[in-house]
């Protein structure tokens, strides 16, 4: 029997995954909001958000309350009922 490492399998690093869940509330956090409430180095919270970004998880929105600081959102993703595409039968 194989195990699959849950790193390998989703491409996503623990520290990203943990982010992801703070994420799962839909709650724009700011970078200080993260490091304050994951308990991870400045540095790794870094790593892990260019990661999210990369694979396309969160989005970037603007702080309009504090412009020097960036807000992370998780990205919405549709679900297959939702599409006004989809027709149902």
Do not use: C, H
Not at 25 to 53: H, S, V, W
């Amino acid at each position: 029997m194989v195990v699959v490492n849950a790193v390998n399998k989703t491409g996503l690093p623990p520290s990203a995954r943990i982010l992801m869940r703070l994420l799962d509330d839909g709650k724009p956090r700011t970078f200080k909001d993260m490091t304050n409430e994951a308990d991870i180095a400045p540095r790794t919270i870094r790593y892990a958000l260019k990661r999210l970004k990369e694979k396309g998880l969160i989005i970037e929105k603007f702080n309009f309350r504090d412009a020097r600081q960036v807000l992370y959102q998780k990205k919405e993703v549709p679900e297959l009922g939702d599409s006004p595409d989809v027709a149902t039968v």
